[in-house]
């Protein structure tokens, strides 16, 4: 039997944090609100209204496109999707096409046997999501409350080999959306969704088999699981003498399958024109510069630099950099210290960090300040061994009762 490898590749849609929608004033997140809350004239497609672009939508975008290394296009134009669905009131959605805000692209991933991964990106362009369509009994209902919510479409080539591979791009592209602020990154509650066009084909072979494709999966386990599950099936396939039909498939987590869905779509069936309603998207180079002086050192930039500068081991400072205000908090306690990086990135792996996960919250809502932790850490240094546990003691119930 020969080897084989998975090509894989991942279309994500991201969810930004903006206040109101993209084209009109209405509430953006509607998590927790009761279905046709946040709606208008605008986003449930009335005739005679007339869309307006929201700002901040293109400005976290532009964010996400220079995260991503990707080339930020001073003009880019928004496109009409056309096609019929009940929980889409305009029969079409504003999308971008043939002249997207940004090209090209990439994301090193290091993954953790030690080898990095270059995923390039093939497509990255803002949209507008639809509604949402839930079957209950015999009925069909239908929540406009998503209709007009601003979304990044990011595509990668099929640059990704394993399930793990895949796992770890959505790790890492969750942290850079988190880092950067821009979208609360849940996949639970459908702020990063993911679909993977998966084939497969003999080692070190330079051609591309017809790929499936795989919808809803709505967790990074999941899609890892059904990645693995349809390369194994079509190996299955293949080592049978079947050949590999272009479906697109379901995942039923519960059961741990995959299901066949109805065809998709092709890109000629959605009759793409340009958008009437909106001015083309101009990015002069003073906006352009307002917005990237807000971007911050990226989180592999950061992991590499405490690596070398503070001399800790990857597995900390992964760890130190896997939230924002975490690793703002290290680099405020080392100053403060003034001794050891290690010894702080000890206190904060061991005590602050669990105290951290017990209850839920981000660094930078500690009450207990880098400043006063530097401060314990030298007063761990001083006394006998009975006091340190003493003030370890302390520092932990600070947290308890100043929350
Ligand atoms: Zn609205």
Known sequence: MPEYEAIIGLETHIQLNTTTKIFCPCKADSWNDLPNTNICPVCTGLPGVLPVLNHAVVEKAILLAAAMHAEIQPVSYFDRKNYFYPDLPKGYQISQYDRPLARGGYLDLPMPEGYTRHVSIHKLHVEEDAGKTKNQDDHRLIDFNRCGVPLV????????????????????LRQLLRWLDISEGDMEKGHLRCDANVSIRPKGADYLNPKTEIKNVNSIVALR????????????????????????????????????????????DYRYFREPDLLPIRIA?????????????LPLERRARFVKAYELPEYDADI?????????????????????????SNWLMNDVLRLINERGIPARRLNITADYLAEIIQLDMTVEDGKVALYRAKLRLSFKYEG
């Open 320 to 344: 130190l950099t896997s939230e924002r205000s975490l690793s703002d908090y290290f680099e405020t306690a080392v100053r403060a210290y003034g001794g050891d990086p290690n010894r702080v």
């Open 285 to 297: 180079d003073e906006w352009r510069q307002a917005i990237l002086a807000g971007l911050p050192e």
């Open 153 to 172: 479409e990011m595509v990668t080539g099929p640059d990704l080999r394993t399930s793990d591979e895949a796992a770890q791009y959505l790790i890492r």
């Open 225 to 268: 699981d059904a990645v693995q599950a349809e390369i194994e099936r079509q190996i299955r396939r293949v080592e049978a003498g079947k050949a590999i039909e272009a479906w697109t498939l379901e995942w039923d987590e519960d059961a741990g399958v995959l299901r066949k869905m109805r065809s998709k779509e092709t890109e000629a």
